[in-house]
């Protein structure tokens, strides 16, 4: 090790607590620290964020961190506070402060002691912020959730299109992009959109090995299916993804009917409900939470152990990352998918309202899920393909772990086979 090398090290330990970093980590916070453009791809859990608060704390002046949600801001501004005795060191700055806390912010910015400040993209574009960031040192910017810059991600976010324009005001300053749903063509999209096509690129790989792959047919007797699969599965915990809110009430219906203990969650329940339905599944007093896709963000459940899809996800992003929530310990996770084509003829009917381009992404997503769901090869394979990444079917890690390998004669034969 060199002297950098062990001088990170000793940040790490004394900042986080950890004695070695996780993945690609290092070659980041290395890259950052060259004050760099760098863009990192890396699964959920791959632990992102360390990738930028580390060098943030270790650096002069203030880096900005934007990303989508209050909550997580939140989130990670108290955890960054509990690493240090000044509160002053991370700060949130939207439009809920009050005159007295912003003057506080820009106070703590001003002399130094802010080493993060976080930022919804919104509150970026007003004048007002942008103007008092001009006249501070700004060590980077990193933006969390960078997909969010693409149409042909999961989560288009506009306001994360003026990024670009903005920090162009702010002067010379290094841009961190991040993300963890990178397909090649969001990938390209991030760069071009925040013009930094000379950035370090670092990619993990997105392969799940403890993750089992399953897709089966639809039928008629899909809920007496499910039920026979959860009761192979007693006592443990999963979550079954359907489309509709209608489909989930029901669904959770028919499992409590049949002794299985489970709640819905969609975002058509009250918050209070919602809270309760998650806290429930969270500390097992549930096994299983029937939801629609409003379930998940930010639900760390090490132990989830079966992902159900009732209907076929609209696009391989939103499938790997809803799968993405099993198996989290490293333990077995099983990814279920029912397919028909008469669901993808009802997805292709809800987007037709929509703007002819937003169509043509959606199609084309679609598409990918439908290859996906008929392929008879390696579904790992599949997947890790549709994400840029070679796997050898043969001898990679988890190669074994899905049913077209394991039974390389049963095709799916879906269209045939569909029942309304
Ligand atoms: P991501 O944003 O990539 O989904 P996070 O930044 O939320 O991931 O990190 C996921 C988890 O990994 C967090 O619990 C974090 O504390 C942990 N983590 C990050 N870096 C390390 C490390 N070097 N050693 C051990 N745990 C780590
Ligand atoms: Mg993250």
């Given at each position: 090790?060199?002297?950098?090398?062990?001088?990170?090290?000793?940040?790490?330990?004394?900042?986080?607590?950890?004695?070695?970093?996780?993945?690609?980590?290092?070659?980041?916070?290395?890259?950052?620290?060259?004050?760099?453009?760098?863009?990192?791809?890396?699964?959920?859990?791959?632990?992102?964020?360390?990738?930028?608060?580390?060098?943030?704390?270790?650096?002069?002046?203030?880096?900005?961190?934007?990303?989508?949600?209050?909550?997580?801001?939140?989130?990670?501004?108290?955890?960054?506070?509990?690493?240090?005795?000044?509160?002053?060191?991370?700060?949130?700055?939207?439009?809920?402060?009050?005159?007295?806390?912003?003057?506080?912010?820009?106070?703590?910015?001003?002399?130094?002691?802010?080493?993060?400040?976080?930022?919804?993209?919104?509150?970026?574009?007003?004048?007002?912020?942008?103007?008092?960031?001009?006249?501070?040192?700004?060590?980077?910017?990193?933006?969390?959730?960078?997909?969010?810059?693409?149409?042909?991600?999961?989560?288009?976010?506009?306001?994360?299109?003026?990024?670009?324009?903005?920090?162009?005001?702010?002067?010379?300053?290094?841009?961190?992009?991040?993300?963890?749903?990178?397909?090649?063509?969001?990938?390209?999209?991030?760069?071009?959109?925040?013009?930094?096509?000379?950035?370090?690129?670092?990619?993990?790989?997105?392969?799940?090995?403890?993750?089992?792959?399953?897709?089966?047919?639809?039928?008629?007797?899909?809920?007496?299916?499910?039920?026979?699969?959860?009761?192979?599965?007693?006592?443990?915990?999963?979550i079954i993804?359907?489309?509709?809110?209608?489909?989930?009430?029901?669904?959770?219906?028919?499992?409590?009917?049949?002794?299985?203990?489970a709640v819905?969650y969609?975002?058509?329940?009250?918050?209070?409900?919602?809270?309760?339905h998650?806290?429930?599944f969270?500390?097992?007093?549930v096994?299983v939470v029937v939801a629609?896709?409003?379930f998940?963000?930010?639900?760390?459940?090490?132990?989830?152990?079966?992902?159900?899809?009732?209907?076929?996800?609209?696009?391989?992003?939103?499938?790997?990352?809803?799968?993405?929530?099993?198996?989290?310990?490293?333990?077995?996770?099983?990814?279920?998918?029912?397919?028909?084509?008469?669901?993808?003829?009802?997805?292709?009917?809800?987007?037709?309202?929509?703007?002819?381009?937003?169509?043509?992404?959606?199609?084309?997503?679609?598409?990918?899920?439908?290859?996906?769901?008929?392929?008879?090869?390696?579904?790992?394979?599949?997947?890790?393909?549709?994400?840029?990444?070679?796997?050898?079917?043969?001898?990679?890690?988890?190669?074994?772990?899905?049913?077209?390998?394991?039974?390389?004669?049963?095709?799916?034969?879906?269209?045939?086979?569909?029942?309304?």
């Amino acid at each position: 090790m060199n002297s950098n090398e062990i001088e990170i090290h000793k940040e790490l330990k004394k900042y986080f607590g950890f004695s070695q970093f996780k993945g690609l980590q290092e070659q980041v916070i290395t890259s950052i620290l060259g004050k760099t453009n760098t863009f990192v791809i890396m699964p959920t859990g791959g632990g992102k964020s360390l990738c930028y608060q580390l060098p943030a704390l270790i650096q002069e002046g203030t880096a900005i961190v934007v990303s989508p949600l209050i909550a997580l801001m939140k989130n990670q501004v108290d955890a960054i506070r509990s690493l240090s005795s000044e509160n002053g060191i991370a700060h949130v700055l939207n439009s809920s402060l009050t005159k007295t806390e912003i003057a506080q912010v820009k106070k703590d910015i001003t002399s130094g002691l802010t080493k993060l400040l976080y930022v919804a993209p919104e509150s970026l574009t007003k004048e007002e912020y942008v103007a008092f960031l001009q006249s501070v040192p700004i060590s980077f910017v990193a933006i969390d959730e960078a997909h969010c810059i693409s149409e042909w991600g999961h989560d288009f976010r506009p306001e994360y299109r003026n990024l670009r324009h903005i920090i162009k005001q702010l002067g010379k300053v290094p841009i961190i992009g991040l993300t963890a749903t990178a397909t090649p063509k969001v990938q390209e999209d991030i760069l071009k959109n925040l013009d930094m096509s000379d950035a370090n690129t670092f990619k993990a790989s997105f392969n799940r090995p403890n993750l089992y792959y399953e897709v089966r047919t639809k039928t008629k007797n899909i809920e007496s299916d499910i039920i026979r699969f959860i009761k192979q599965h007693k006592g443990k915990s999963g979550i079954i993804y359907c489309l509709s809110r209608k489909k989930v009430e029901s669904i959770a219906e028919v499992l409590q009917v049949n002794g299985i203990s489970a709640v819905p969650y969609h975002a058509g329940l009250d918050a209070k409900t919602r809270a309760k339905h998650q806290d429930m599944f969270l500390m097992e007093d549930v096994d299983v939470v029937v939801a629609t896709i409003a379930f998940g963000m930010g639900i760390d459940k090490p132990d989830v152990r079966f992902v159900i899809h009732h209907d076929i996800p609209k696009s391989l992003e939103s499938y790997y990352q809803e799968t993405g929530r099993a198996g989290r310990d490293g333990g077995e996770g099983h990814c279920l998918a029912y397919y028909s084509y008469k669901d993808v003829e009802k997805l292709e009917k809800f987007m037709s309202g929509k703007p002819v381009a937003e169509q043509e992404i959606g199609f084309a997503l679609l598409q990918e899920v439908v290859a996906y769901a008929e392929t008879s090869m390696s579904r790992r394979k599949f997947l890790l393909h549709y994400f840029g990444e070679e796997f050898d079917s043969e001898t990679g890690e988890g190669a074994d772990m899905d049913d077209n390998v394991r039974n390389p004669k049963n095709k799916i034969e879906a269209k045939e086979q569909v029942v309304k």
